[in-house]
């Protein structure tokens, strides 16, 4: 019986394990993973090499309209490969003020949305379950103490470009600054879609979430029979 393929968004704050869960159930359902993030880290990166005014609306968007991106594997930009590049304190901050304008995220959620209106695709970021796909077949958001998120971002290769890890409270002061700015901008807020499941991982095993998680995929997917299918079986 066939089963049309879903949307599932996936939010929350750094560090609340959503990249792991991600990953982990797009390799399960052979989906595509996007990590929206990554596209406004991407952006930063580009309008700093650029000696573009971060502060700039106007000339970010455009920068965002026109720039052509890779996201499975490798994450580039214009056909350069930034995947470590955009895992730095200067990228983190840089994103955060790029994420703040509305033509910037008009753009980038145009081409989110593009990328995932077929479906089979596991999209994770901070507005993909509120304003990207608000209709997703699985809307999730990750949560996490303050004081674990900033435990795992200490410990995060990806983003300690094999560094030894910098001091958790540093990291958290980060951390904070990050969520102040996502939790109060003008446009897509982070914030917790009315009808997604919040999942709280704090001191759980991500084995524990991705078999909560799992279990939520497969009654979406018990769901999503074909209309036709549905018929024939009646």
């Given at each position: 019986m066939a089963t049309r393929q879903l949307i599932i968004a996936i939010d929350g704050p750094s560090g609340a394990g959503k990249g792991t869960i991600a990953r982990t159930i797009a390799r399960w359902l052979e989906y595509r993973h996007i990590d929206t993030g990554a596209m406004y880290r991407a952006v930063a990166w580009k309008a700093l090499r650029e000696g573009l005014n971060l502060a700039d609306a106007a000339a970010v968007a455009r920068l965002a309209s026109d720039a052509t991106f890779g996201l499975e594997g490798a994450v580039t930009i214009d056909g350069e490969d930034v995947t470590?590049?955009?895992?730095?304190?200067?990228?983190?901050?840089?994103?955060?003020?790029?994420?703040r304008h509305a033509p910037v995220r008009e753009a980038l959620v145009a081409r989110q949305q593009r990328?995932?209106?077929q479906g089979g695709v596991v999209m994770e970021g901070r507005d993909i379950g509120t304003v990207v796909f608000p209709s997703a077949d699985?809307?999730?958001y990750l949560d996490a103490s303050p004081d674990e998120r900033a435990r795992r971002r200490a410990g995060d290769s990806a983003h300690a470009l094999g560094r030894r890890p910098g001091p958790t409270d540093a990291v958290a002061r980060?951390?904070?600054e990050r969520d102040e700015s996502d939790r109060t901008r003008a446009v897509s807020p982070?914030?917790?879609?009315?009808?997604?499941?919040?999942?709280?991982?704090?001191?759980?095993?991500i084995a524990d979430v991705t078999r909560q998680v799992e279990a939520l995929v497969k009654q979406a997917l018990a769901r999503a029979v074909?209309?036709?299918e549905a018929d024939r079986n009646r």
């Open positions: 470590d590049a955009i895992r730095t304190a200067e990228i983190d901050q840089a994103a955060a003020i790029v994420a990328y995932g209106e699985v809307k999730l980060a951390l904070e982070l914030m917790v879609a009315p009808d997604a499941v919040y999942i709280d991982t704090t001191g759980v095993p074909e209309p036709q």
